[in-house]
T-cell receptor
Framework: SQTIHQWPATLVQPVGSPLSLECTVEGTSNPNLYWYRQAAGRGLQLLFYSVGIGQISSEVPQNLSASRPQDRQFILSSKKLLLSDSGFYLC????????????FGQGTRLTVV | KQEVTQIPAALSVPEGENLVLNCSFT??????LQWFRQDPGKGLTSLLL?????REQTSGRLNASLDKSSGRSTLYIAASQPGDSATYLC?????????????FGQGTTLQVKP
Protein backbone atom coordinates (compact mmCIF):
# COMPACT_ATOMS: atom_id res chain seq x y z
CA SER A 1 0.00 0.00 0.00
CA GLN A 2 1.01 3.60 -0.49
CA THR A 3 1.89 5.49 2.65
CA ILE A 4 3.58 8.73 3.60
CA HIS A 5 5.61 9.23 6.74
CA GLN A 6 6.42 12.57 8.24
CA TRP A 7 8.37 13.26 11.44
CA PRO A 8 8.63 14.50 14.03
CA ALA A 9 4.98 15.16 14.90
CA THR A 10 5.81 18.12 17.13
CA LEU A 11 8.91 20.21 17.56
CA VAL A 12 9.84 23.15 19.77
CA GLN A 13 13.01 24.92 18.70
CA PRO A 14 14.74 28.12 19.84
CA VAL A 15 15.24 31.02 17.49
CA GLY A 16 18.47 30.66 15.55
CA SER A 17 18.62 26.87 15.78
CA PRO A 18 18.71 24.62 12.69
CA LEU A 19 15.78 22.60 11.40
CA SER A 20 15.38 19.34 9.56
CA LEU A 21 11.98 17.81 8.79
CA GLU A 22 11.81 14.57 6.88
CA CYS A 23 9.15 13.07 4.68
CA THR A 24 9.30 9.64 3.07
CA VAL A 25 6.81 7.77 0.92
CA GLU A 26 6.36 4.04 0.45
CA GLY A 27 4.67 1.96 -2.17
CA THR A 28 5.25 4.25 -5.11
CA SER A 29 8.01 5.51 -7.35
CA ASN A 30 8.84 8.84 -8.94
CA PRO A 31 6.25 10.82 -6.99
CA ASN A 32 5.87 14.58 -7.11
CA LEU A 33 6.58 15.79 -3.57
CA TYR A 34 5.43 18.98 -1.89
CA TRP A 35 6.09 20.92 1.31
CA TYR A 36 3.32 23.16 2.65
CA ARG A 37 3.06 25.41 5.66
CA GLN A 38 -0.17 26.24 7.42
CA ALA A 39 -0.06 29.19 9.80
CA ALA A 40 -2.67 29.42 12.53
CA GLY A 41 -6.10 30.11 11.04
CA ARG A 42 -4.75 30.26 7.52
CA GLY A 43 -4.75 28.16 4.41
CA LEU A 44 -1.94 26.04 3.04
CA GLN A 45 0.99 27.88 1.54
CA LEU A 46 3.07 25.95 -0.98
CA LEU A 47 6.75 26.22 -0.04
CA PHE A 48 8.59 23.77 -2.31
CA TYR A 49 7.84 21.04 -4.77
CA SER A 50 9.97 18.44 -6.47
CA VAL A 51 9.36 16.34 -9.57
CA GLY A 52 12.50 14.23 -9.18
CA ILE A 53 15.75 13.61 -7.34
CA GLY A 54 17.68 16.83 -6.90
CA GLN A 55 14.95 18.90 -8.58
CA ILE A 56 13.55 21.54 -6.25
CA SER A 57 11.25 24.44 -7.09
CA SER A 58 10.83 27.19 -4.53
CA GLU A 59 7.57 29.07 -4.36
CA VAL A 60 8.24 31.66 -1.69
CA PRO A 61 11.58 33.28 -0.85
CA GLN A 62 12.21 32.61 2.80
CA ASN A 63 14.42 31.21 5.47
CA LEU A 64 13.85 27.60 4.43
CA SER A 65 15.32 25.19 1.89
CA ALA A 66 14.39 21.76 0.61
CA SER A 67 16.29 18.79 -0.74
CA ARG A 68 15.43 15.49 -2.34
CA PRO A 69 18.37 13.13 -1.92
CA GLN A 70 16.39 10.02 -2.86
CA ASP A 71 13.33 9.35 -5.00
CA ARG A 72 11.03 8.90 -2.03
CA GLN A 73 12.62 11.28 0.47
CA PHE A 74 11.96 14.99 0.81
CA ILE A 75 13.65 17.13 3.47
CA LEU A 76 12.81 20.63 4.68
CA SER A 77 15.65 22.51 6.35
CA SER A 78 16.69 25.78 7.84
CA LYS A 79 20.08 26.94 9.08
CA LYS A 80 18.64 29.46 11.53
CA LEU A 81 15.00 29.46 12.54
CA LEU A 82 12.96 32.63 12.91
CA LEU A 83 9.86 33.14 15.05
CA SER A 84 7.87 33.51 11.83
CA ASP A 85 8.79 29.94 10.84
CA SER A 86 6.34 28.59 13.41
CA GLY A 87 3.47 26.70 11.88
CA PHE A 88 2.11 23.36 10.79
CA TYR A 89 4.23 21.77 8.06
CA LEU A 90 2.71 19.21 5.75
CA CYS A 91 4.31 16.95 3.20
CA UNK A 92 2.31 15.71 0.23
CA UNK A 93 2.87 13.45 -2.73
CA UNK A 94 1.24 12.91 -6.07
CA UNK A 95 1.97 10.04 -8.42
CA UNK A 96 2.04 11.24 -12.00
CA UNK A 97 -0.50 8.86 -13.47
CA UNK A 98 -4.12 8.97 -14.58
CA UNK A 99 -5.27 9.07 -10.99
CA UNK A 100 -3.25 12.05 -9.76
CA UNK A 101 -4.66 12.08 -6.27
CA UNK A 102 -2.66 13.91 -3.62
CA UNK A 103 -1.93 12.33 -0.26
CA PHE A 104 -0.70 14.09 2.84
CA GLY A 105 1.38 13.20 5.85
CA GLN A 106 0.14 13.86 9.36
CA GLY A 107 2.14 17.05 9.66
CA THR A 108 4.73 18.54 11.99
CA ARG A 109 3.75 21.23 14.45
CA LEU A 110 6.78 23.54 14.72
CA THR A 111 6.94 26.16 17.46
CA VAL A 112 9.90 28.52 17.42
CA VAL A 113 10.49 30.13 20.80
CA LYS B 1 -1.48 33.20 -11.25
CA GLN B 2 -3.94 30.58 -10.07
CA GLU B 3 -6.06 31.62 -7.10
CA VAL B 4 -8.55 29.46 -5.26
CA THR B 5 -11.35 30.90 -3.14
CA GLN B 6 -13.73 29.11 -0.82
CA ILE B 7 -17.05 30.45 0.38
CA PRO B 8 -18.21 30.60 3.10
CA ALA B 9 -15.24 30.75 5.44
CA ALA B 10 -17.32 29.24 8.23
CA LEU B 11 -20.66 27.53 8.45
CA SER B 12 -22.76 26.30 11.36
CA VAL B 13 -25.78 24.07 10.74
CA PRO B 14 -28.05 21.82 12.78
CA GLU B 15 -27.67 18.10 12.38
CA GLY B 16 -29.53 16.59 9.45
CA GLU B 17 -29.28 19.55 7.11
CA ASN B 18 -28.01 19.28 3.57
CA LEU B 19 -25.31 21.82 2.78
CA VAL B 20 -23.15 23.11 -0.04
CA LEU B 21 -19.58 24.35 0.12
CA ASN B 22 -18.26 26.43 -2.74
CA CYS B 23 -14.86 26.63 -4.38
CA SER B 24 -13.82 28.85 -7.28
CA PHE B 25 -10.56 29.12 -9.21
CA THR B 26 -9.30 31.79 -11.57
CA UNK B 27 -7.48 29.72 -14.20
CA UNK B 28 -9.41 26.92 -15.87
CA UNK B 29 -6.20 25.15 -16.96
CA UNK B 30 -6.37 22.58 -14.19
CA UNK B 31 -5.58 18.90 -14.28
CA UNK B 32 -7.92 17.99 -11.46
CA LEU B 33 -9.66 19.28 -8.36
CA GLN B 34 -9.59 17.59 -5.00
CA TRP B 35 -11.62 18.08 -1.82
CA PHE B 36 -9.99 17.40 1.53
CA ARG B 37 -11.07 17.28 5.12
CA GLN B 38 -8.86 18.52 7.96
CA ASP B 39 -9.58 17.89 11.61
CA PRO B 40 -7.97 20.29 14.13
CA GLY B 41 -4.23 19.73 14.43
CA LYS B 42 -4.27 16.91 11.91
CA GLY B 43 -3.17 16.31 8.35
CA LEU B 44 -5.45 16.29 5.32
CA THR B 45 -7.71 13.43 4.35
CA SER B 46 -8.70 13.15 0.71
CA LEU B 47 -12.45 13.06 0.18
CA LEU B 48 -13.04 13.29 -3.56
CA LEU B 49 -10.94 13.74 -6.67
CA UNK B 50 -12.47 15.09 -9.88
CA UNK B 51 -10.44 14.90 -13.07
CA UNK B 52 -10.68 17.88 -15.40
CA UNK B 53 -12.74 15.84 -17.88
CA UNK B 54 -15.29 14.82 -15.25
CA ARG B 55 -18.35 16.69 -14.01
CA GLU B 56 -18.88 15.08 -10.62
CA GLN B 57 -17.83 12.44 -8.15
CA THR B 58 -19.76 10.82 -5.33
CA SER B 59 -18.72 9.05 -2.16
CA GLY B 60 -21.41 8.14 0.35
CA ARG B 61 -23.13 11.32 1.51
CA LEU B 62 -20.65 13.51 -0.38
CA ASN B 63 -21.04 14.74 -3.93
CA ALA B 64 -18.58 17.06 -5.63
CA SER B 65 -19.21 18.79 -8.93
CA LEU B 66 -16.85 20.56 -11.29
CA ASP B 67 -17.60 23.23 -13.88
CA LYS B 68 -14.17 23.83 -15.30
CA SER B 69 -15.21 26.49 -17.82
CA SER B 70 -16.69 28.70 -15.13
CA GLY B 71 -13.99 27.88 -12.59
CA ARG B 72 -16.31 26.45 -9.94
CA SER B 73 -16.74 23.38 -7.80
CA THR B 74 -19.21 22.53 -5.09
CA LEU B 75 -19.13 19.94 -2.34
CA TYR B 76 -22.57 18.77 -1.33
CA ILE B 77 -22.96 17.06 2.04
CA ALA B 78 -26.25 15.28 2.58
CA ALA B 79 -27.85 14.72 5.98
CA SER B 80 -25.01 16.33 7.91
CA GLN B 81 -23.81 14.76 11.17
CA PRO B 82 -21.78 16.16 14.10
CA GLY B 83 -18.90 13.97 12.94
CA ASP B 84 -18.77 16.02 9.74
CA SER B 85 -17.50 18.98 11.75
CA ALA B 86 -14.08 19.87 10.32
CA THR B 87 -12.39 22.23 7.88
CA TYR B 88 -12.98 21.42 4.23
CA LEU B 89 -10.36 22.42 1.69
CA CYS B 90 -10.43 22.36 -2.06
CA UNK B 91 -7.30 22.28 -4.16
CA UNK B 92 -6.59 22.40 -7.87
CA UNK B 93 -3.70 20.72 -9.61
CA UNK B 94 -2.65 23.54 -11.87
CA UNK B 95 -0.81 22.66 -15.05
CA UNK B 96 0.17 19.06 -15.76
CA UNK B 97 0.37 16.04 -13.50
CA UNK B 98 4.11 15.86 -14.05
CA UNK B 99 5.00 19.42 -13.08
CA UNK B 100 1.82 20.76 -11.58
CA UNK B 101 1.34 22.70 -8.39
CA UNK B 102 -1.42 21.89 -5.94
CA UNK B 103 -3.05 25.21 -5.02
CA PHE B 104 -5.41 25.41 -2.05
CA GLY B 105 -8.30 27.58 -1.01
CA GLN B 106 -8.49 28.99 2.51
CA GLY B 107 -11.02 26.38 3.59
CA THR B 108 -14.52 26.32 5.01
CA THR B 109 -14.84 25.46 8.70
CA LEU B 110 -18.01 23.49 9.26
CA GLN B 111 -19.74 22.95 12.58
CA VAL B 112 -22.68 20.57 12.73
CA LYS B 113 -24.65 20.96 15.94
CA PRO B 114 -26.40 17.96 17.49
Amino acid sequence: SQTIHQWPATLVQPVGSPLSLECTVEGTSNPNLYWYRQAAGRGLQLLFYSVGIGQISSEVPQNLSASRPQDRQFILSSKKLLLSDSGFYLCAWIVGSKNTEAFFGQGTRLTVV
Amino acid sequence: KQEVTQIPAALSVPEGENLVLNCSFTDSAIYNLQWFRQDPGKGLTSLLLIQSSQREQTSGRLNASLDKSSGRSTLYIAASQPGDSATYLCAVLHGSSNTGKLIFGQGTTLQVKP
